[in-house]
């Protein structure tokens, strides 16, 4: 496996790639790997020829400095594993090679950024676009995998694709748990030994959540559960929002929405950590 640290060294490994005719999986991270993004990896090896992982904890999507100083970054132990998956690249820039100078794109995901993280993380989906815009102009894959925990970052990707035509498949992959129901998330490893026991309360109440939608209006569903989560001393929900999985737009009445999906943002101690659930 190569662990490529610069943009030309990437070009060259994907043009001999291409050359060959070979197909090219990518699976775009900010390190610190846990089981949920080899699941992405396992998926991109077994539909493409090659697959090229990033790690890059990419500063313009924090919008709280020290969220970004504290976000862990384990490089050896990240190359460690993709060796035993298989991949085979890892593109892992620097800051500097990333953005040689600042991007300033300003895009217009409309409603999609609006609403849930957009609302509660200023900034945030911006900065994500800009970072997944520059690694797609350099990788040009022909798949890249997006895991489901972060739903509302795969809508914005998705218009992203649209908006820019970029001649990619988005794969969206469902979230992995860890055997307690807690979504794996980089975050998680974050948690103190008392965060980490209460943290799968969460997914319990959006599975409960799930079992009462055909007794309650979402209105009153999304009540119950922000009673729930604040019922725990542990717990602070930033939202939990009940909206329509195409448009993100909240929903009041069922009806409203062919398929609906719950997304919560929830503290535990300092560490924010988001889950979600299909609903109907
Ligand atoms: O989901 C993530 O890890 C990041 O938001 C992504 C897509 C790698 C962009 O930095």
Redesign the pocket.
């Known amino acids: 496996m190569e662990i490529l640290k610069t943009i030309i060294s990437t070009l060259s490994f994907l043009q001999k790639a291409k050359a060959a005719h070979k197909s090219v999986g990518f699976v775009?991270?900010?390190g610190a790997l846990h089981q949920g993004h080899l699941a992405l990896v396992k998926r991109a090896k077994s539909e493409n020829d090659i697959v090229i992982v990033?790690i890059?904890v990419?500063p313009i999507?924090f919008n709280n400095k020290e969220d970004l100083l504290k976000y862990p970054r384990t490089l050896e132990k990240d190359a460690a594993m993709l060796v035993s998956m298989g991949c085979d690249a890892i593109f892992a820039p620097d800051e500097k090679e990333m953005y040689p100078k600042p991007d300033n794109t300003v895009y217009d995901f409309g409603q999609l950024a609006n609403v849930m993280e957009g609302k509660f993380r200023p900034g945030h989906f911006n900065g994500?676009a800009v970072?997944?815009k520059r690694?797609f102009d350099i990788v040009q894959p022909d798949k890249a995998y997006?895991?489901e925990k972060?739903y509302q970052?795969l809508q914005i990707?998705k218009s992203l694709v649209t908006q820019k035509n970029i001649l990619v498949t988005i794969i969206p992959c469902p979230i992995v748990r860890e055997t307690d129901g807690l979504a794996m998330s980089s975050r998680n490893m974050q948690l103190t030994a008392e965060e980490r026991k209460e943290a799968p309360f969460i997914y319990q109440i959006l599975q409960q959540a799930k079992a009462k939608a055909n007794q309650l209006s979402p209105e009153e569903l999304k009540n119950w559960v922000l009673q729930q989560i604040a019922s725990n001393a542990l717990l602070t929900a930033e939202y939990f929002e009940i909206v329509d999985t195409t448009t993100l737009l909240p929903i009041t009445f069922w009806k409203e929405s062919v398929h609906s999906i719950g997304c919560i943002a929830v503290f535990l101690g300092k560490v924010r950590l988001i889950d979600n659930i299909g609903l109907k």
């Open positions: 775009p991270t900010m990033s890059f990419n999507q994500v970072v997944v690694l997006f895991g972060d970052q990707i």
